[in-house]
């Protein structure tokens, strides 16, 4: 063979190596990821706060969890698989990792999904929590109610009672793969939780005091006509005073206020009549409650 063919049919020996490299790489990288890949891009997105990995790599990423994931005070860290079990389309990952200085260990459940693997739900953690004042808790913009068992992934979280604006309290709470963590908030009011009472109450008594042949109920009105008038065609009332409120985590009292109310009708006797009433001691009481956003006051 001469030099010139000798050098061709090294080439083509080369060009053929380089295919067939090609073609073992795209193979490899094609391939699916296995149960312990899953488990390692599981716990290094844990690591590192990807929301978006941990979605691609989980069957079930509730959006609240991912939303209070955003917000986590502390994320698991030192992460490694120690083995994997097998059996058809499930599989289990034991995994340890560092979260709040100590070291823990864990088994992540996995399933196959369209030919893929994926940490199934039960590898997040879960929180009930409780609170002294208010029914609703939030991590981060993340918000759910008292008692409510919730899917969370596992970090360090602080809880605080919802509306963030008007109760105050905190507490740090650990949620671990595969276990239920629970918290007991002692929250307070704030200033601001009276201050949005009383103009919940304004709007409440401007409703009251629109006026009409009827006295409204659940508005401590209380007017004694009954002596002279017969029947009533219409009451007006000025507010002169509105009732000074005092709110607790899950009532309110409301006291102090001078109310005017001028009632026309027909007298005992049968002619027209119109005759003004002050009451100094206006009063009103009822329950107080908190949604996520405001408070709410239903008075008796």
Not at 16 to 27: S, T
Not at 79 to 100: H, K, M, P, R
Request: glycine residues 10%; hydrophobic residues 45%.
């Amino acid at each position: 063979m001469t030099r010139r063919g000798v050098r061709v049919l090294t080439g083509l020996i080369g060009l053929v190596l380089l295919i067939g490299a090609g073609l073992w790489i795209w193979q490899v990288s094609s391939r699916p990821a296995s149960a312990e890949d899953t488990a390692l891009s599981y716990l290094r997105a844990l690591e590192s706060g990807d929301a978006a990995a941990l979605a691609a790599v989980s069957t079930a990423a509730p959006e609240t969890a991912l939303t209070a994931f955003a917000a986590a005070d502390e994320r698991i860290g030192d992460v490694t698989t120690t083995a994997v079990e097998q059996s058809g389309d499930t599989a289990t990952a034991e995994v340890a990792f560092v979260l709040a200085g100590e070291r823990h260990t864990a088994s992540l459940p996995l399933s196959q999904v369209e030919g893929s693997w994926r940490i199934d739900a039960a590898g997040l953690g879960s929180l009930r929590a409780d609170t002294t004042a208010g029914s609703f808790v939030r991590i981060g913009d993340a918000t759910f109610a008292i008692g409510e068992k919730v899917a969370l992934f596992p970090a360090v979280y602080t809880v605080t009672p919802a509306p963030r604006d008007l109760l105050s309290g905190q507490a740090d709470v650990i949620v671990l793969p595969g276990e239920s963590a629970a918290v007991s908030l002692d929250a307070a009011l704030l200033p601001e939780a009276t201050e949005a009472a009383q103009t919940a109450l304004d709007e409440h008594l401007a409703e009251c005091t629109t006026g009409g042949a009827d006295v409204p109920s659940g508005c401590g009105i209380r007017i004694p006509w009954g002596t002279e008038f017969r029947a009533v065609s219409d009451i007006r009332y000025r507010i002169e005073t509105p009732p000074s409120l005092t709110l607790t985590p899950t009532g309110f009292d409301a006291e102090d206020g001078v109310l005017i109310a001028t009632v026309t009708g027909t007298g005992q006797d049968g002619t027209p009549r119109t005759t003004t009433y002050r009451t100094e001691s206006w009063l009103l009481r009822g329950d107080a409650s908190f949604t996520e956003t405001s408070v709410v006051l239903s008075p008796w």
